[in-house]
Structures are given as C-alpha cells and as structure tokens.
C-alpha cells in the first residue's frame, strides 16, 4: 500500500496576497515508513537532541524561522532543509513518490474551483501512478492522508467527486 500524505501551499481565499495554490503531497510505500521515519528521527535528534516529541519539518517554517525553528540561523535552517530533500532524493522509487500540483487563479472563477481542481489533479496523478504500478505487475492500493486542518472541506470535495462520477476513475 502507498500511503499519500497531502498538504497545501497557499490560501485559495487570500489572493490578494498570492496568485498560486499548490498541493503537494508524498506517497510513500507502507514497507518505506518506518525507514523515513526513523532518518527524520536522526534528524531532528541531530538538530533538537533535547526535544524528544515529534517536530513537524514544514518547510515555510523552517524557511521563516518560525515555530521550534526561531533564532536558528539561517545556515542551520538551509541545512535543515538540506538533509529533508536529501533524505526524499535518496529515496528510491517507486517507495517514495511526489505529487504537486498548482493552479494560477487566472485559471479559476472562485476558490471553490480552485481546491477542487487542484485536489483532483492530484489524484488523479496519485491514481495513475497505482495503475501504472499495477501494469507492472506490482499491485498496491492507495491510502489518502489529509490534514485534519481542512478534513471537512476534502471530505466535501470527495463526496462531490462521488456525485459527479469522478471517483470510479480517481479512487476506483
């Protein structure tokens, strides 16, 4: 199984301070967890050997020096990073996968359209990447993770996609 970990980059509702929204998301195959699990581990040990609760690397707060990552310089921070996309490069396919989509908002009539359109790209690509696995002969099913931040709003746009017959070719 390929668990998808999905996550958004922007606001659609706040575009008078950006023009794009993203999501992004990382599968990783359920045999890879505890591998990745236990190098971010060694990260964070190595940068935070006194916290011993799980620290989420979320790169705008890394980037920013917010959160857990406030007064580190910016050296530190930028190797932060570094070993991140080091551990995801180092990572071999098709055990870890990226998915990202984004959407200019001249491309969208409102908000809604925006997430929706974005969320369905995605997983589609998601889809498409298990069905080119399963032509391969390695069958895998698909879980998807969301922040429970917006769980109410995918669950509304997963019913949608029911509604509209979307989900025999995206989940199907």
Known sequence: MHLLYLDESG???SWQNQKCYVIGGVAIHEGQVHSISTQMDALQTKYFPGIQIQIAFHATQ???????????PPATRNQILQDV????GNAVFPNLIVFATAIDITAVKDPV?????????????????LAHQFQRG????????????REAEYRQLVNG?????YCSRIFG
């Open 11 to 13: 606001d659609p509702y």
């Open 62 to 72: 890394v980037k920013r020096g917010k959160g857990h990552f406030q007064g580190m």
């Open 85 to 88: 996309y080091a551990l995801i």
């Open 113 to 129: 359209q925006a997430r929706r359109d974005v969320f369905e790209d995605v997983c589609e690509k998601f889809n498409g990447f």
């Open 138 to 149: 390695h069958p895998s099913k698909g879980l998807l993770l969301i922040d429970e931040n």
């Open 161 to 165: 996609f029911k509604k509209w017959g």
